[in-house]
């Protein structure tokens, strides 16, 4: 199946310092999901963005799916310790429920 | 309403074994899906059940088998245990396919 890459595999900062994890895939994707896992948790839905180029904003989070549909990116601006996890994209193929899930990228926030 | 809970939290078996984790999916899921999650893999897709039928399997061997029932519950089963088994198992509904999926708690294996 498609292979979905996320750089950084690990990330370290300062709390209220930004933050971004990229997506890429190597063929175009249908949509793509954000999962977030606290350290010891279960993934958590994020969001799911579908078209071409889309933008979503959940509070201090900034969503993207671009305009080639084949990358995607979530930057959190000031971070926050509550923010501390592995943030995975991942995409669902066609109807079924069938999650490919990227690498991950694992954030640390230092207080 | 209640979360997607999986049974039991942890599990601790021999190498040859054969063990079954439970899944309960939210209330009106009729899509239950299993992941392996391991440090070295990652999430790895094991299969998605829906009205009872198995319509999506990953890559992995048959030892990795499952099932739905008609109250969407779901269970997995892993035959002849090896090392190698021992991971976090995820399960996670959803209303139907293609939509957001709600992960229970998962279920640690650990193989001795």
């Known amino acids: ?111 | 309403k209640a979360g997607v809970t999986q049974t039991p939290r942890y599990l601790i078996k021999t190498r040859g074994q054969q063990v079954t984790l439970s899944c309960s999916p939210i209330s009106g899921h009729r899509s239950v899906s299993w992941y392996q999650q391991t440090p070295g893999q990652g999430l790895q897709f094991l299969f998605e059940y829906f009205s009872e039928t198995q319509r999506n399997k990953g890559n992995f061997p048959g030892r990795f088998s499952g099932r739905q029932f008609s109250n969407s519950r779901s269970e997995m089963n892993v035959s002849t245990l090896e090392l190698g088994d021992s991971a976090l198992y995820l399960c996670a509904s959803s209303i139907q396919g293609g939509t957001e999926a709600f992960f229970g708690q998962g279920t640690r294996l650990t193989v001795v």
């Not at chain 1, 690990?10 to 063929?27: A, I, K, P, R």
Request: charged share 15%; proline share 4%.
């Open chain 1, 1 to 111: 199946g498609q292979q979905v890459m996320q750089i950084p595999q690990y990330q370290h900062v300062q709390e209220g310092e930004d933050f971004t994890t990229y997506c890429n895939s190597s063929t175009t994707l249908s949509n793509i999901q954000w999962y977030k896992q606290r350290p010891g948790g279960h993934p958590v839905f994020l969001i799911q963005l579908v078209k071409s180029g889309e933008v979503k904003k959940q509070k201090r989070l900034t969503f993207q799916f671009g305009e080639a549909k084949k990358n995607s990116s979530l930057h959190i601006t000031a971070t926050q310790t509550t923010d501390v996890g592995t943030y995975f994209c991942a995409y669902h193929s066609g109807g079924y429920q069938k999650v490919t899930f990227g690498t991950g990228t694992k954030l640390q926030v230092i207080p």
